[in-house]
């Protein structure tokens, strides 16, 4: 550090943000707006705002525009908003540069509502966005605009035209790695890349600058060109490259890097690694702190990181010599970095990566020259870029092989749960005391006369062992979620997930057994991908013990469905053991689709009636409805009612059924005191009766619904219900997913996030 004052300064500076965010100052975290302007806009969300327009792409369902520079309108006053994304609601024809009048509805990016979902918030506050407007409308537009965008607009709209017609239905997979585009791309193509651990292939990145960069700078000085023609040649080159895909950070950090390498080169100074990573972060950081805590940033350095403080020390570590050797143990160098980040944001870290990396890496060269070939060649001639791009697609099929390989592999992931910051701290100053023992070993490599003593070889001896001591306690500090089942536990957790209309409950038991009751939405559409897959991860759970449907409406299983399919494909290394549905002699459709798709994924489907009980360590569920004529011709009415007891704790599980159920089930006596209820129906005004509620007497009561359904869920009837009966009131549409500890006797309620 004292040789490389950058990397100090670097060090500073981030510490200087972390020390601002724990002050409350909103450089990291935060709409950094003043608190008036906020106001403004939370009472008055229909608003007129200008901007000028940076880039524009079509969605599913509008055209979203990205605007620069924009400012809220109010009474002939402008107010600065920083960046906005607008989606309008009918397409418009619009250029880089212009500047646009627009009306519509100002609300604020929300963050993850449950564990382990996408930050939304943090991901757009990188960008200075911290607003969205929906249901625009085009009011006014100049006509001037930026001919230098527009024209790289044009090229990048050209380059995937030509990779289209040269790739075939390997297009978006060259979209992705040649020109940073992953709008078209699969989402199961992307799914078995992570699972693979080779995901970072289809983001631009330094392997790809360091490709194309100086293969372009090689290539000019064949041709004769001087030292300082290449190389700001090909610096301008790149620069333009990467301003066309996209500017992520992975490819700012890249070209930044490059740029800097380059510049190094051509005027005779030595290029220093760590001192050009520490620049590249610095001038990321300055433009937008909020990277800090990106996902992104934190991956891109920290691989870099890895390739020049941690690989040699590790090879030493590991006594790797050969050229294979050291680049698995580079591999893992890279794992054990990056590891926490990992585990933070996703809840998973690819194992088979280590090998698979070792085929990839020295063949992405291909595919990414390939592709950029096809891409030149396909201004003059197609037919020629097809017979240019045909290695690279070979390349890809066998990649493609591979993922399909390692996602069929139960093993091909550790899912270990999101770590707590303490544990974050403790793994990495473990690690830095085992790369100072790997520094130790390889400076005493390089004397020969000391290797040559028995006494230093076997010192060698023993810090190898006890590298590999710190180590193994190291990832056990990270993966105390995920190694929870080794250990009972004395509490009984409950999370109930905002799916918004919907219904998804998660169970851990005492004796760490895992089941998910329900798991659907009609208002999110991929409630498996981004919600129920991102939880379980989070949580460090790789297996549910059991899944339990209460009745097979979409907004109860559209999730679980989605889930199984994942185990089905190989998209997921997550696995159940039983599928419980109700016990229905005229089962509809949806029924048989489900316990057909779970028996494609190996999960045994079992019926549950009344009477049946099941035991899972010291808690138990029992099924109190349907009754065994029940057909299946009324869904809600005859859907699956469940209590859960633990130790005095008792809660009620009541699917959809209505106030005829309840009845029902008043008349069998199988009602008693309970602790908290699951409310039927999303609060629906025919649910929770009062003879039922008055039975019952449940102390909390748990609303799952959307803010903005169209049933005008819960009705303020039920709710009146409840407070009469002296029962707390949870919303997950409130508060985010609410989660329930017990003991037995005492009950502890989390929430996700407070209003």
Known sequence: ??????????????????????????????????????????????????????????????????????????????????????FLKKEEELKPGMQILVKGILKEVEGPTNPGGFDSSQYYACRHIYYFMKKAVLLKKTSTYSGYHQAMLMVKEKCRQI?????????????????????GLDPEIRMRYQLAGIVHILAISGLHISILGMGLYNLLKRAGLGIWPAGIFSLAVMLQYGMMTGGSVSTMRAVTMFLIAMGARITGRIYDMPSAVSVTAMMILAESPAYLLDSGFLLSFGCVLGICVASERICALAGAKRKVTKAFWGSVALWLVTLPVMLKFFGEVSLAGLILNLAVLPSVGVVLSGGVAAMLLGFVSIPAARAVIFPAKGVLLLYEKLCELAGRS?????????????????????????????Q?????????????KGEAKGLQHILRIAAIVLLTLSILTLGVRSFGYLFKSETLKITCLDVGQGDGILVRTPDNKHYLIDGGSSSQSEL?????????????????DGIFISHTDKDHLSGVQELLEYMEKGLTTIRAGHLVLPGWSEPPEAWTDLARTAEKAGVKTVTGN???????????????????????????????VMELTYGEFRMLFTGDIGADTEKKLLTAGCLSDIDCLKVGHHGSRYSSSEAFLKKLKPELSIISCSSTNTYGHPSPETIQRLKDCGSQIEYTMKNGAITLETNGKNLRILRFYSN
């Open 610 to 640: 009344t009477g049946d009980i099941i035991h899972s360590g010291t808690a138990t569920f029992e099924i109190l409805w349907p009754e065994s004529t029940a057909r299946g011709k009324d869904v809600n009415e005859e859907a699956m």
């Open 528 to 544: 498996g991908r981004y919600c129920l897959l991102p939880a379980l991860k989070s949580m460090g759970i790789s297996y549910l």
């Open 1 to 86: 550090m004292i040789r490389r004052p950058m990397c100090l300064l670097c060090f500073l500076m981030m510490l200087s943000f972390g020390i601002a965010d724990l002050a409350g100052i909103p450089l990291i975290r935060g709409n950094p707006l003043p608190a008036s302007v906020q106001s403004w806009i939370e009472v008055h969300p229909a608003s007129e705002i200008c901007g000028e327009v940076e880039r524009y792409e079509s969605t599913e369902f509008s055209q979203s525009v990205y605007l620069k520079k924009t400012y809220l309108i109010y009474h002939s006053k402008k107010f600065p908003i920083n960046n906005v994304r607008v």
């Open 410 to 438: 139960r093993w091909c992931t550790w899912i270990g749960g999101e770590p707590e910051l303490w544990q974050i701290l403790v793994y990495y100053m473990i690690l830095i005391a085992v790369l100072f023992i790997g």
């Open 163 to 183: 990779l289209e017609n040269t790739a075939g239905k390997d297009a978006p997979v060259f979209d992705a790695i040649v020109l940073g585009e992953k709008t």
């Open 440 to 452: 130790h070993i390889k400076e005493s490599d390089q004397k020969k006369k000391e290797l040559e």
